[in-house]
């Protein structure tokens, strides 16, 4: 199995996020058991600044987390992404929406995988309802999905 891990996820671990931090971790060491975990290639570049633009430490880093650059992704579900962009504007009216097309694409590239590692399911869900998206546990324990 394979799966998709969301930049916020990596962004908290890397930066020790006060608190995400933990949760994040722990959720990317538990999918790590279960298969091979990516990151899309729209992340990837997403966290380059982080790192100072230098690949090798960026990548050094996240194969410390057992996770590496997706090869199949948004490219192969661009029909996904369109009927998603599509779905919203028809049901928002919002045509010209700041929307982060990275959401889009990160999403349409999930569908390729098990599904989406991230801490905000709603985000993807109302794009890709059939997403199958898999968060930390909160606080209380419970995991968000």
């Known amino acids: 199995m394979t799966w998709l891990v969301d930049l916020e996820l990596i962004v908290d671990v890397l ?3 006060a ?10 060491d538990e999918y790590r058991l279960f298969g091979e975990l990516y990151i ?3 992340a990837y570049i997403q966290l380059g600044p982080l790192f100072g633009g230098m690949k090798e430490l960026q990548d050094k880093f996240l194969a410390s987390l057992g996770i590496a650059i997706a090869q199949k992704g948004a490219h192969d579900h661009t029909g996904a992404v369109m009927m998603a962009w599509s779905r919203y504007v028809r049901t928002t009216g919002d045509r010209v929406s700041e929307i982060p097309f990275t959401k889009l694409l990160i999403g349409a590239a999930a569908l390729s995988h098990e599904g989406l590692l991230t801490r905000r399911p709603e985000e993807f869900k109302r794009f890709f309802p059939k997403l199958r998206c898999v968060g930390p546990k909160s606080p209380a324990g419970k995991v968000r999905s």
């Open 15 to 17: 930066e020790g996020d």
């Open 19 to 28: 608190v995400n931090g933990k949760a994040s971790a722990a959720l990317i």
């Open 40 to 42: 899309s290639p729209v």
